[in-house]
């Protein structure tokens, strides 16, 4: 099963963006009713998670945030619709019904560009627009829009007020999305810096927000033969710390050329380690970090155990991380958000 809480935005912060959206287009027109179909209609893009229970855990990786998640998937289905809530409604134009649900189907994906994963805007072609700067799920986003969300929905429908509250709702959490980039390349030059400073030779970094804030940010490293990754915090006083992790890739040699393989090394964007536990492998995709702030910590988001099965068919399997592995991270994060 593919870790949803790391891949997608919460369908609750998406709920809200889309009730808003749909506010936005037609809340004058119907009432709450927009804000209704708005929320229903900002779910409709996750529903590719469904994909993880009919096929291979590969498969579903790659089909996760990409037909669903395009501009191409918005205006197809859009006035699809629109046609069909028009035939029941009391209120019966179709092209607003459609511009409602073009609008909550796009930002939905445009959302979820800030994270991690990022999404196939462009499907079908193969390239997924990820910025990096939120994780998916920050209360400082999410809750400020419900806020003004429920300020609107007890407003008449035609009241200035509720205009204004939901709009207020858009702009704040569309201004701290901005914010995030901000941030994000203030934390990035504080990376660079450390790396020159410690006279560290590398080929590429990538850098995002640790998880519930935008406060602590941490970076993956390539260097010739291991990755290094590092945590910085806006408060930190003390110089950036890198633990190394080796690559290990030499441990797939006899995979290397197996197109399941290939996909895994693909869905990673070359960021992945091997590890070897118990005579077993492990593929860790390094994008989404470790499960603990430990220095030494090995256990990885993304981590799979990938073996030959009795066809000989290389399968992947994911590793299960329980409630105890998130509470543990959250009271880690949240001592180091406070500075070295």
Known sequence: MIPMFVTHMDSLTQIVLGAAVGEAVLGKKIGN??????????????LDVFVSSITDTVTALEVHRGFTHSIFFSMLFAPIFGWLVSRYESYKNVKSWSWLFFWCFLTHPLLDAFTTWGTQLFWPFNTR?????????????????????????????????????????????????????LFKFVTYK??????????????????????????????NVATKDAYLIGSYSLFDSQPIVFNKYAKNHELIADF??????????????????????NNDLYFNDLRF?????????????????????????LQFTETEKGRDDAERLLQELWSRIKGN
Do not use: C, H
């Not at 627009?129 to 035609?158: E, G, H, N, W």
């Not at 996909?263 to 380690?273: A, D, L, Q, V």
């Open 33 to 46: 009713k927009a804000m209704l179909y708005g929320a229903l209609a900002g779910t409709i893009p996750d």
């Open 129 to 181: 627009v990820a910025f990096k700067s939120i994780f998916v799920i920050d209360p400082l986003y999410t809750v400020p829009f419900i806020v003004f969300l429920i300020l609107a929905m007890f407003q008449k429908r035609t009241s200035k007020k509720r205009r204004f509250y939901n709009n207020m709702g858009l702009i704040l959490s569309t201004s701290y999305l901005a914010i995030t980039l």
């Open 190 to 219: 504080k990376f660079e810096a450390a790396l020159i400073e410690q006279n560290i030779a590398y080929t590429q970094m990538d850098t995002r927000p640790t998880p519930m804030n935008t406060i602590l940010w941490s970076a």
């Open 256 to 277: 290397i050329d197996n197109d399941k393989m290939q996909r895994m090394i693909n869905i990673s964007k070359g960021w992945y380690s091997i590890t070897k536990k």
């Open 289 to 313: 970090g470790l499960l603990s702030m430990e220095p030494n910590a090995q256990d990885f988001v993304f981590q799979y155990k990938f073996e030959s099965d009795s066809n000989g068919v």
